[in-house]
């Protein structure tokens, strides 16, 4: 990879940190939503998780074994503000602290992400991402934040997958807080959701102690071409990367999340299919949502196969057998290449990939080791994918792993294993796995052997 290129590992706080109702932190939709008989795989919750709160320095020191430079992680809103707005808990505080303080003096570089999923219950209930004040519930808590650790903190992202947390936690219900709203409510929720990054990431440049680099962190479904020295192909797997679907399923849109934020409009296309159901968008709204950003961050994990037909781009029907991942996820290490060259192509802006990785069925072998030669060969593929792409070009910043160690996977809730690390959760022993030694030498040599 080009020199700087920046190599590190992903997580979030609910999936994590455990310690759920410890120290004055406020429940979460999350916390809310596991309880409830049937959502959660097994009646798994967050609750303990990987008790990172209590374990951190364990978990540190892995980092620094592994040679791993740069750590995504996202902050509890409700450990810092139970209520979301209102009054501070400092033991929350004094927690990132700590974290931080730990992480920088092994040689870390936190990366922040404001919001992974977990709204404060008590914002929820006074309508969450439904109601207008949600923007300044937000930029208050990125204040916060900022004015709390940027005196060390440099590296900030506001939202991780709204597609996510919009889509399958208001709308299909599958994540917390449960919901099924349709179009018109969903949509505002989004605006609403857009409008919020904007006023964080002006109150974040306000209260900055130095200079701050903030991104944001969309997901989606890449595209590649069937074949890739056709220009057809090409072409139409990037119309097909940029398309807005049906208002059905509006949410799993690139363009939607993405043109707002990066280039200061929504997408034509959008606005005439989605008209009907469209909350009202004024012009200071969008120069409030295109703020200067320093670079985005974009979580790929697969692709589709498109061609162009005789009706224009079409998706081409995987094989029988098509290999897949452990939870069923295709396994298309193309979209590492051409997902990042027409993402920078269309917003012009350094891009991390922010997540990638794999659920396995990992196990503790008879030697006591995790052996996963499964993943191995999928980041293999992918990150030499990933560094076709640098090589030819494409501004790529830097790759986040996702992630660091087995962890709380939301609705499947232990099932899904995706670390570098194997979490026995009877007893919270961590057990690096032949993929996390894989990696550090990956990082070791940038690269090279890819």
């Not at 707005?85 to 092994?106: H, M």
């Not at 069925?361 to 560094?387: S, W």
Request: glycine share 10%.
């Amino acid at each position: 990879m080009k020199k700087g290129f920046v190599w590190g590992v992903a997580s979030a706080s609910y999936q994590v940190e455990g310690a759920a109702f410890e120290d004055g932190r406020g429940r979460s939709v999350w916390d809310d939503f596991a309880e409830r008989p049937g959502k959660v795989y097994s009646g798994h919750t967050g609750e303990v998780a990987c008790d990172q709160y209590h374990r951190y320095e364990e978990d540190v020191a892995i980092l620094k074994r592994l040679g791993i430079p740069a750590y995504r992680m996202s902050i509890s809103w409700s450990r810092l503000l139970p209520d979301g707005e209102g009054a501070v808990n400092q033991r929350g505080i004094d927690f990132y602290n700590r974290l931080f303080d730990s992480l920088l003096a092994n040689g870390i570089t936190p990366y922040i992400t404001l919001y992974h999923w977990d709204l404060p219950s008590a914002l929820f209930h006074q309508g969450g991402w439904m109601n207008e004040k949600c923007v300044d519930w937000f930029r208050n808590y990125a204040r916060l934040v900022v004015e709390s650790f940027s005196d060390r903190v440099t590296h900030y992202m506001t939202f991780n997958e709204p597609q996510c947390f919009i889509g399958m936690g208001m709308g299909s219900g599958e994540h917390a807080p449960g919901l099924t709203h349709g179009a018109r409510d969903t949509l505002l929720m989004a605006h609403n959701v857009m409008k919020a990054h904007g006023a964080a990431v002006l109150a974040m440049r306000e209260a900055a102690k130095q200079p701050i680099q903030i991104g944001y962190a969309p997901t989606g479904t890449m595209a590649y071409p069937h074949d890739p020295n056709s220009q057809a192909d090409i072409q139409a797997a990037k119309d097909y990367l940029f398309r807005n679907p049906d208002p059905e399923a509006w949410y799993w849109n690139v363009p939607w999340w993405s043109d707002p934020v990066f280039l200061g409009h929504y997408p034509e296309e959008g606005l005439r299919l989605y008209h009907p159901y469209l909350p009202k968008i004024t012009q200071a709204d969008l120069d409030l949502i295109h703020q200067p950003l320093d670079f985005m961050g974009e979580n790929i994990y697969n692709g589709h196969e498109v061609r162009m037909g005789d009706q224009g781009p079409e998706y081409v029907e995987r094989y029988p057998g098509f290999p897949r991942t452990a939870n069923y996820w295709p396994i298309t290490p193309e979209c590492l290449y051409w997902g990042p060259k027409f993402l920078c192509e269309r917003y012009q802006l350094p891009l991390y990939i922010t997540e990638n990785g794999l659920c396995c069925a990992d196990a503790i072998a008879l030697d006591g080791q995790v052996h996963d030669p499964e993943r191995i060969d999928f980041l293999a593929r992918y990150l030499g994918a990933l560094k076709r792409a640098v090589n030819d070009g494409v501004q790529v910043a830097g790759y986040f792993q996702w992630s660091l160690s087995d962890n709380f996977e939301w609705a499947k809730g232990y099932n899904d294993r995706f670390g570098l690390v194997f979490v026995d959760y009877r007893d919270q022993r961590r057990i690096i796995k032949d993929s996390g030694y894989w990696y550090s030498k990956i990082i070791a040599e940038n690269g090279a052997s890819l």
